[in-house]
């Protein structure tokens, strides 16, 4: 028989079948999450600083490298903590916090590449009209709608999740709270609170990623309409940094939360490269192939490190 007693903090016991690892573990989750910060932090740096760069495409880059920096920040610092040999434990109003901002964040992500899908449909079918249709005003709406609706979603998962009644074992078999572990430790029958959230998660990455693979189809037609083999090289230079980014962003969705039988181990690490490798790659999949950011990222780094001009 289960203790009656609420729980009030939770221990995370960390990535399965790791043991003896945590000193590996931390300088190269430590080295993975400085490199990510640095990166979108210079992304972020280099289209503030450049006028050049003040148009809709970049704006919501610089949000996504934004979402970029506070993403692997949700869960990282307390793995970090513990990986070097601090408590495990985590207070239940932490554990709903990391469960929240994760979502939150990833929600936000997802309801952005979807925005930056359409963008880049407009400006490529629609040049001459892009700076109307993609004004200051609809850009501000499209961004912060990208927040509130990610919001909305972490909201009702978080709810969902915690409105269980948590009264036995409170050691979280995974590196963060997340939704399929807490489910287990929960004191009441969970079968239709994970249908419901299995539905709620799938259809959200499902429901962006059509609207994505739609722009991305009419995007094609267009390019293909270009006279210009430069117009064209560059659009398909543009358009395959963006899909790389998405396909690396949507893919763990898919392996962690859509499988019918979870494996822990896989579903850790999984989680450890969408949480910190992803968000890392991100700087450089959007300026090694972008002369633009290029440029710009150049003039920062002189400006930071006085290197001379070339």
């Known amino acids: ?4 007693s609420v729980v009030t903090e939770f221990i995370l016991l960390g990535i399965p079948h790791t ?9 190269l989750f430590l080295s993975f999450y400085i490199f990510t910060l640095m990166g ?8 503030v600083s450049s006028t050049r760069l003040h148009t809709p495409m970049y704006f919501f880059l610089c949000k996504l ?11 990282s610092p307390k793995m970090l903590f513990y990986l070097s040999g601090n408590s495990r434990v985590i207070s239940c ?17 997802c309801f952005l590449y979807t925005v930056m899908a359409y963008d880049g449909f407009v400006a490529i079918r629609y040049p001459l009209r892009y700076t109307i249709i993609m004004s200051h005003r609809v850009c501000a709406i499209l ?3 990208t927040s509130f609706f990610g919001c909305i979603q972490a909201t009702f998962l978080t709810t969902l999740t915690f409105q269980l009644p948590y009264c036995g074992p409170n050691e ?28 709620s998660v799938g259809l959200m990455p499902l429901s962006c990623f059509l609207l994505i693979l739609t722009s991305y189809s009419l995007i094609v037609c267009s390019i293909l309409q270009i006279q210009s083999t430069e117009g064209r090289r560059r659009a398909f230079s543009t358009c395959s940094a963006h899909l790389t980014a998405i396909l690396l962003s949507f893919m763990p969705v898919v392996l962690i939360y859509l499988q019918p039988t ?19 790659l991100n700087p450089l999949i959007y300026s090694l192939r972008n002369k633009e950011v290029k440029y710009s990222l150049r003039k920062v780094l002189q400006q930071v490190a006085f290197l001379p001009e070339k």
């Not at 490298?65 to 869960?75: G, I, K, Q, R, T």
Request: glycine content about 4%; overall charge negative.
């Open 19 to 27: 043991e003896d690892l945590e000193a590996m573990l931390f300088v």
């Open 262 to 280: 979870p494996n822990p181990w896989l579903n850790a690490t999984v989680q450890v490269l969408n949480n910190l490798v992803t968000p890392m």
């Open 143 to 145: 961004a912060i709608g």
């Open 65 to 75: 490298a934004v979402c970029d920096m506070f993403f692997p920040s949700v869960s």
């Open 172 to 199: 979280v078999d995974y590196y963060f709270c997340d939704i399929p572990v807490m489910l287990k430790l929960a004191c009441a029958d969970t079968s239709a609170l994970e249908m419901v959230g299995f539905i």
């Open 93 to 109: 109003a932490g554990c709903m916090s990391q469960l929240f901002f994760y979502h939150f964040l990833g929600c936000t992500e």
């Open 40 to 47: 979108n932090l210079l992304i972020l740096l280099a289209i």
């Open 1 to 4: 028989m289960r203790n009656a």
